[in-house]
């Protein structure tokens, strides 16, 4: 099956006030970024993007400096149901005569700058199901209509990207009239669509309040590197390693969290944990490095800043540590109040070259982002 992405952007922005796909998203703008899962995944082919007729220069000019893979810029009609089938008319046009199976399209609000590649990815394995699936999301909220409280536990919002079979889609557009929304449209003809589970971070920008506010972030890089000893435990990240040496340290020695510790403190320009915790002060023998990170986070959520992600590269020659991974990023994750996802590490050898390559040290260096609170 080959798969195409639709893209419509070429609604009025009349509850925003202003043509809201040419808004700021972080480095981008909110068109661009709806547009950039599919410009990354391997298996679309083509992209169509539906444009309103007034921005319509502007918007090609935007999308002209993406090269990875064909995008078609279109004008949109007077409404959602009229664009959608602008969009298919041209899918046609690129396609030609296609067989059930053959062809599945991707059709996106270019108001939703947040759809990830995974979610891109989840509903194309999807869609030879039923040849039509959609994400949704649990109601948060409590609903009501004019008679009352409605039951939020069977309810849930219907998100975009939404996938078709482009046969099926065609036939089932030809045969209808207005539609909020192609699922709809797909469900009411043929009776049955797959739903799979969408993601809360894919919200669509509607209102003034729903434009993402630019937030201040910092970079700290921190490196620490101990001596491997025998009669001392390997503390890293936190967990303790198996192996017949351990870090040498006037605390526990733990050169990870040691590392993270002294990268937060330089994006928050502050002094090291050397000077917070001098190896001259017999109280902080043997101190716990957990305990270390918890003052630096302390200070940290003082400033006003949370950590946003955290990449380590770990330099030991022995023991192999890439075993312990995931209970290590898992453990970095616990101890920072991030997600495991947004912690990486690398593991690498000395190649037998230097202190750390004859096995007699191990080295880390940490880079993490703080995001204001």
């Not at 999308?63 to 008319?89: F, H, N």
């Not at 490196?223 to 491997?228: I, M, N, Q, S, V």
Request: charge should be negative; charged fraction near 20%.
């Amino acid at each position: 099956m080959r798969y195409f992405g639709v893209v419509l952007a070429g609604g009025s922005g009349s509850r925003m006030g202003v043509s809201k796909i040419f808004l700021p998203c972080g480095a981008f703008s909110v068109l661009e970024r709806s547009v950039m899962p599919f410009l990354q995944d391997d298996r679309t082919d083509e992209i169509i993007v539906v444009l309103p007729k007034e921005d319509f220069e502007n918007g090609k000019n935007i999308l002209s400096k993406y090269t990875q893979k064909p995008i078609t810029c279109i004008v949109g009609g007077q409404t959602r149901t009229a664009s959608s089938r602008l969009a298919i008319l041209a899918l046609k046009d690129i396609v030609g005569e296609v067989e059930k199976g053959e062809i599945a399209v991707a059709i996106h609000d270019g108001a939703r700058p947040y759809m990830t590649l995974s979610l891109l990815s989840r509903i194309y394995d999807a869609v030879g199901e039923t040849g039509g699936v959609i994400p949704v999301v649990k109601v948060v909220d409590t609903i009501r209509d004019e008679n009352g409280t409605l039951n939020r536990d069977s309810l849930v919002a219907v998100q975009t990207p939404q996938c078709f079979d482009f046969y099926m889609l065609e036939k089932a557009i030809s045969t209808a009239g207005d539609f909020t929304d192609d699922g709809s449209l797909f469900e009411k003809v043929y009776g049955k669509i797959t739903l799979i589970e969408g993601e809360p971070s894919n919200r669509k920008l509607t209102y003034p309040c729903d434009i993402p506010q630019s937030s201040h972030f910092l970079i700290g890089l921190g490196e620490d590197l101990h001596l491997l000893v025998e009669g001392r435990k390997l503390m890293l990240g936190g967990l303790e390693i198996p192996h017949i040496k351990g870090t040498l340290g006037h605390s526990d020695g733990d050169p990870l969290l040691h590392a993270v510790a002294d990268a937060i403190l330089s994006a928050l320009h502050q002094e090291d944990i050397g000077a917070l915790y001098p190896p001259t002060n017999p109280d902080f023998k043997d101190i716990p490095s957990t305990v270390i990170l918890h003052e630096v986070l302390a200070r940290m959520h003082a400033e006003g800043y949370t950590v946003n992600n955290l990449s380590v590269v770990v330099h030991a020659q022995e023991p192999k540590l890439s075993p312990h991974r995931r209970n290590l990023e898992c453990n970095l994750a616990y101890l920072l109040d991030i997600d495991a996802e947004d912690v990486g590490i690398t593991f690498k050898t000395g190649e037998k070259v230097g202190t750390v390559g004859n096995g007699e040290a191990i080295y880390v260096s940490a880079i993490v982002s703080l995001i204001g609170e």
